[in-house]
């Protein structure tokens, strides 16, 4: 999903300088917030599935790919190397990232629109291999969950991030098609790009965000696996919904 940058975020990140929560307090308190994890490949749906399934329940919506995003943009105005795990982590845990009215802020600045380029979107997945860097994001991924509920879309939330959480949905579509999808998206913005530079993008990102060491892409055992190649968005925030409603029943 590229457009994840206009989506409203209903919660802003705490503040730099905020106390967030360590992981053990993060389980305590949150334990009864109920999440809904999606995660899914590069431009497989899941911003705007998480985003409408976040809207028709009222709940939370976190978009922790624009986490990664943020960090890989400041790491790159600074001249931060990719492979500088720790200052990388640092940058992770300190810097100043807030969500207002739906736009990505970066040290006050509106960068919303900076997020969704191929070199951000490059950078974000080659810093994210870091243990380091995914470890201080832990604490900031986990302070948006928080009553009446979390939708919480990305790589890895139902597998590390909300490992309790009520629904895990997997979404998968084949490379062609999540590479038509964000063709369309980038037209419809004006923006001219070519499909085979997209689809090999796509292709080379996978890689990277299924064999890395620290939390690859993967479902957890107990995701549901849903391929959206021939569906709608409509057909599977319905078929999402669903689930979770058949979940909340049987609790
Ligand atoms: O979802 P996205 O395309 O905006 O994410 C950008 C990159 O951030 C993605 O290539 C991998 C990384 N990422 C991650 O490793 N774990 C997440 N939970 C979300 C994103």
């Not at 922790?64 to 001249?79: C, F, H, K, P, T």
């Not at 845990?93 to 490059?122: P, W």
């Not at 959480?165 to 964000?182: D, G, I, N, P, W």
Request: charged share 25%; no cysteine; proline share 4%.
């Amino acid at each position: 999903m590229t457009a994840a940058a206009s989506i409203p975020h209903p919660n802003p990140l705490p503040a730099r300088g905020e106390r967030e929560p360590s992981d053990s307090e993060a389980g305590e308190g949150q334990r009864n917030v109920p999440v809904i994890a999606i995660d899914g490949p590069a431009a497989s749906g899941k911003g705007t599935i998480a985003f409408n399934v976040a809207t028709a329940l009222r709940f939370h919506y976190l978009d922790s790919g624009a986490l990664y995003r943020l960090i890989a943009l400041r790491a790159m105005e600074q001249g931060i190397g990719v492979e500088d795990a720790q200052t990388l982590a640092v940058l992770a845990r300190d810097a100043d990232v807030t969500f207002e009215a739906g736009r990505a802020m970066l040290h006050g600045r509106d960068v919303a629109d900076a997020l969704r380029t191929e070199a951000v979107s490059t950078v974000a997945s080659r810093i994210a291999v870091h243990g380091a860097v995914r470890g201080a994001l832990l604490a900031r991924q986990r302070a948006f969950r928080e009553m009446p509920g979390l939708v919480a879309e990305g790589r890895d939330m139902g597998s590390v991030v909300f490992p309790d959480a009520k629904l895990k949905v997997f979404l998968t579509a084949s490379a062609e098609a999540r590479a038509e999808r964000r063709y369309k998206q980038l037209i419809a913005k004006g923006i001219s790009v070519n499909i085979d530079g997209l689809l090999r993008d796509i292709r080379e990102r996978d890689i990277r965000d299924t064999t890395r060491a620290a939390a690859p892409l993967v479902a957890a055992s107990d995701a549901k696996t849903l391929d959206t190649t021939e569906l709608s968005i409509a057909e599977v925030t319905t078929a999402v919904l669903a689930l979770y409603r058949e979940r909340d029943t049987a609790a």
